[in-house]
């Protein structure tokens, strides 16, 4: 069983809310440290936004991939 760090279900959050929390958690986490991401929706659109942003710094593993929920591991690699 893996251990997350933090579990970030999006859908209980505000749409100004959603990226804002995943963003400051994900810039919490610690180096080989990991988050999960509960979406009712493939979160693809976010993925290109960290690819911008921390291109080579994390890891996106889908545990879940629909069709009516979606689970990302996020690992920050360094």
Do not use: A, C
Not at 34 to 50: A, C, E, G, Y
């Amino acid at each position: 069983m893996t251990n997350y760090t933090s579990v970030i279900k999006v859908t209980e959050y505000p749409p100004h809310l959603k990226h804002k929390t995943i963003y400051e958690t994900y810039e919490s986490l610690q180096p080989s440290e990991s988050m999960l991401i509960v979406n009712d929706h493939d979160p693809i659109p976010l993925r290109f936004q960290l690819e911008s942003t921390h291109e080579g710094k994390f890891d996106w593993e889908y545990i879940e991939r629909g069709p009516t929920t979606f689970q990302v591991k996020i690992t920050k690699l360094k």
